[in-house]
């Protein structure tokens, strides 16, 4: 008998998952996966108004009620916000974290965003999971390596492009219209995070704004009214060549750019 799929979706900070990777993460759901979320950071500079401690409880709060509307498991963050660096200590923290939940597919954030945050946490994933059967690698705390296939895919950027402003491409989308209400419901919990990005970004309209991303992603596929992006990471480490798990679970609500694909092939 199949393993059921295990998910991990691993991001920066609370709402990054709700913002650009939940509807693909409760359509894998829906197909039978278990699913964990996970925010790398504790969120500690997203307010003007909470000191510290307070704002840490607040963020950890909020990401377990979004984990429970999704039906997934919180994994709790490593870091303080602007504090994930790609180090030995925050590796080795990481890399436990993917041991004792053993993903088969991993979520994580694109190489290629606006901030440092965001792609720290995207190296720090990758190679978490990288190590994930090296008898060497020492976690933190010690967790046994496992051996396993593990695929890993990066989602879109933040507005959708990178920090130097260019489009970032999809490889593949995914049909979230049927799981958009829960995704909203999601990122509704996050209510620390939208008083923040009031206040500091003038992002009045923080629910319309995922929405929009997701219309907009839609629109790029050429199928789908809303649709989340990703790009598929190279298997070498991490699968057989080929293996595809968001194809083969999610169906036709999953479609591959073929013009993506070709250019991958051009030197």
């Known amino acids: 008998m199949t393993a059921k799929p295990v998910v991990l979706a691993a991001v920066a900070h609370p709402d990054d998952i709700e913002f650009m ?13 278990e699913i964990h979320l996970w925010n790398l950071a504790n969120g500690c500079c997203g307010t003007a108004e909470h000191d510290r401690e307070e704002i840490i409880r607040l963020r950890w709060a909020e990401s377990q009620a979004s984990a429970r509307v999704a039906g997934g498991t919180a994994h709790p963050p490593l870091a303080d916000d602007i504090g994930l660096f790609y180090d030995q200590a925050l590796l080795a923290a990481a890399a436990a974290v993917v041991r004792r939940v053993r993903p088969t597919i991993v979520l ?3 190489p290629q965003d606006y901030m440092e945050d965001h792609q720290n946490a995207c190296r720090l994933v990758v190679s978490a ?12 705390p010690e967790v046994a390596p496992y051996d396993g296939e593990a695929v890993v895919y990066h989602a879109l950027p933040h507005g959708l ?32 995070q939208k008083r923040w990005l009031d206040v500091s970004q003038g992002m009045d309209a923080y ?11 839609g629109k790029q596929s050429g199928r789908f009214t809303y649709a989340e992006g990703w790009r598929r990471h190279s298997h070498l ?12 679970l999610l169906g036709s609500a ?9 250019s991958l092939e051009t030197p």
């Open 21 to 33: 990777m939940a509807g693909t993460l409760l359509r894998l759901k829906q197909a039978g996966a």
């Open 108 to 110: 994580t954030q694109s």
């Open 129 to 140: 999971t990288f190590v994930r059967g090296m008898r060497n690698f020492r976690s933190a």
């Open 161 to 192: 492009r990178d920090g130097l402003r260019k489009f970032v491409r999809s490889g593949q989308f995914v049909d979230i219209a049927p799981v958009l209400a829960t995704k909203r419901a999601m990122l509704a919990c996050h209510a620390t």
């Open 207 to 217: 629910l319309t704004e995922m929405e929009s991303m997701s219309a907009a992603v």
């Open 237 to 248: 480490a991490f699968s057989a060549e080929g293996r595809d798990p968001l194809s083969e």
């Open 254 to 262: 999953c479609v591959i750019d073929a013009a993506y694909e070709k």
